[in-house]
């Protein structure tokens, strides 16, 4: 009976060793495991900022584009009514010209002038 009792109790320390080495691997693997969670959560956050960044960077970009085309098609506009302008000038120009009415002798003191510049 004392050799039984011995030998039980042996084998509740093999028992008992063998459960606390599992639980001494528990931790080990739960601590492991933590860590790579701490790494991955910093990875996650640098990740996260960094698309941030990338986003704001984005939305400062279309904000330009969108100051650029809308400058663009201001000046376009002007630069359509100064032509505009210089076109209605260049008709009324014209058309006053054509309205003045030309004497023959005018007309004839005209021609010999360019025809005289024209043959130096």
Do not use: P, W
């Amino acid at each position: 009976m004392k050799f039984e009792a011995t030998n039980l109790i042996e084998k509740l320390f093999k028992l008992q060793e063998t459960y606390y080495k599992q639980f001494n691997e528990s931790i080990k693997l739960n601590k492991n495991l933590k860590e790579l969670l701490i790494k991955y959560n910093e990875k996650f956050r640098t990740f996260n900022k960094k698309a941030h960044r990338l986003n704001e960077k984005e939305e400062t970009i279309n904000i330009k584009t969108n100051l650029a085309t809308f400058i663009n098609r201001e000046e376009g506009k002007r630069v359509n009514d100064a032509l505009q302008n210089n076109k209605n000038n260049e008709m009324k120009i014209f058309q006053t010209m054509f309205n003045i009415k030309v004497n023959d002798k005018d007309l004839k003191c005209y021609v010999n002038e360019k025809e005289s510049l024209n043959g130096k």
